[in-house]
C-alpha cells in the first residue's frame, strides 16, 4: 500500500508542477520549487544515517 501511494503522490507531485509550469512563469516555478524542497521535512533514511 505505502508503494502504491508513494507512486501516485510523486505522480500528483509532477502533474502539479507541469501545472506550475503551464500557468506560471519560470522563475515564480523555480521559487515555489525550492520553497517546497526547502518546507519539506527530510527522509527518514537520511536522519538514520546521520546519527
Known amino acids: 500500500m505505502s ?3 508513494g507512486a501516485a503522490s510523486t505522480r500528483a507531485s ?3 508542477i507541469i501545472w506550475l509550469f503551464v500557468l506560471l512563469d519560470d522563475q515564480t516555478v523555480v ?3 525550492v520553497v517546497s524542497l526547502i518546507a519539506a521535512p527530510p ?3 537520511r536522519k538514520l ?3
Open 14 to 16: 509532477i502533474a502539479a
Open 3 to 5: 508503494s502504491v501511494v
Open 43 to 45: 527522509p527518514r533514511h
Open 49 to 51: 544515517r546521520v546519527r
Open 31 to 33: 521559487v515555489v520549487v
